[in-house]
């Protein structure tokens, strides 16, 4: 079978949106409309004429409305394949009459739960004949079209006018394939609330994910490669890279994408702190400042590394001003991330036809519980996200001097940039700015004579008498398994050590910063981040 004339459509929808222009698109073509409560009113309202589910039945709706579709004159005129000798004459035995069309969106449980809505009314927003109806007019597509989305309302009626009141069947099989993915979320959104918040299990024994497409890109990481967005059906979160508004600019790509939530996840550590501006370059930052202002911020985290920063991502921790702006328009940047720009830098913004500007009109919060995934071959990992966080009252002093108010300010500084630092990462920080970073090196030794040598480098570059390293904190990811890279960090100039400790060396680590003069701390915390 292929074109199916629509005699019959049953329309029970929790969204109203379109529901009159449908309605009246089907009547247009001879369509019995059969509907459910709040639907066949909307639809009365319209002026159509709707027969009750109660009527088709022969059975009145039910406990709340619980029960009004569970009934075999509904999935039999669903299920039964038309041309089947037996299914015919079943439907002809029961009175059955052909259902040809099932319009179906389901009770809002993602919406309920997003805005806290009590235990009972969740429950309640488990809807239970719509998926029913849905698999089962999706199941038998050869002769049942079926309609999970206002969205696709358009598509259908230009189907009915354009072949006299038939669909075809490859659309009915797109159809169908949008309904299962549409149970199939609705389902996955009711088993993890029951498995993570109401029965409060971090790792159950099966994880349903359900996302919806937002976006194709042109391509992945690599032009090779394809890319698109998806975000959780439920709702995308607040505050978030995937929920920000683009104001301006190309399409993002993959790697923009990657790159501006790395650079929000680090700028809200600060969301409570004085103006703050972090640059990053390929998922690592290369500068990272606080200020007095953001442009004063913006000018720190820019002399941390000139060369990384052209084309990098920009966030910073508060709405955006013109100097900003103009400060940041100096070079080429890809992406500016804020959660909010006045007129002014939204005006200097639009000069630079290119650069993507997103507001998140928040930040995230950093301390927040979430799962983390990575794919691997044949699986996924999945953590919680790295929240951890110190404060000096968590400091351990192991070295014979203590680190000073400014020192110890400066390694809770670098370490917090150290925990958004690829692996193995090493942070010098002064004055609540970095001086150095060494990212993603097979051992810490390295990480520290590169995060010394950009130091130095940022220094020449700027014409300073000497590297910001001079006097500054160093913050190492993990403990240092030898000396060798601590002592790096002494030739460097730091004066001040955080690190986790848990080496079965730190005495002999802890001796050598005694022998140079440091001020040690431990965290009894690491972050690696691969």
Known sequence: MTDVKIARALLSVSDKTGLADLGRALARHGVELVSTGGTAAALREAGLEVRDISELTGFPEMMDGRVKTLHPKVHGGLLAVRDDPEHAAAMAEHGIGAIDLVVVNLYPFAQTVARGAGRDEIIENIDIGGPSMVRSAAKNHGYVTIVTDPADYGALIEALDASGGMTSLDLRKRLAAKAFSATAAYDAAIAGWF????????????????????????????????????????????????????????????????????????????????????????????????????????????????????????????????????????????????????DAAKAVFAKKKNLRLLLTGTLPDPARKAKAMKSIA???????????????????????????????????????????????????????????????????????????????????????????????????????PFADGLLAAAEAGATAVIQPGGSIRDDEVIAAADEAGLAMVFTGMRHFRH
């Open 195 to 342: 498995a993570h918040v109401d029965q409060g299990e971090r790792f159950p024994d099966r994880v349903a994910i359900a996302m919806t497409k937002r976006s194709e890109m042109r391509y992945g990481e690599n032009p090779h490669q394809m890319g698109a967005l998806y975000v959780p059906a439920g709702g995308t979160p607040a505050g978030t890279i995937a929920a920000a508004e683009q104001v301006q600019g190309k399409e993002l790509s993959y790697n923009n994408y990657n790159d501006a939530d790395a650079a929000l996840e680090l700028v809200s550590e600060f969301r409570d702190g004085p103006p703050t501006v972090v640059i990053v370059k390929h998922a690592n930052p290369c500068g990272v400042a606080t200020g007095a202002t953001l442009a004063e911020a913006y000018a720190a985290a820019f002399a941390c590394d000139t060369v990384s920063a052209f084309g990098g991502i920009i966030a910073v921790n508060r709405p955006l001003d013109g100097p900003t702006a103009e400060a940041i328009s100096g070079i080429f940047t890809e992406v500016v991330v804020a959660p909010g720009a006045d």
């Open 378 to 480: 044949g699986g996924f990992l999945v953590q919680s996200r790295d929240f951890g966080r110190v404060t000096k009252d968590d400091l351990k002093v192991v070295t014979k001097r203590a680190p000073s108010e400014r020192e110890l300010a400066d390694c809770l500084f670098a370490w917090t940039v150290a925990k958004h630092v690829k692996s193995n990462a090493i942070v010098y920080a002064k004055d609540g700015s970095t001086a150095g970073i060494g990212a993603g090196q097979m051992n810490r030794l390295e990480s520290a004579r590169i995060a010394a040598w950009k130091a130095k480098d940022a220094a020449d570059k700027a014409g300073w008498s000497e590297p910001r390293t001079i006097g500054s904190a160093v913050a190492s990811d993990a403990f240092f």
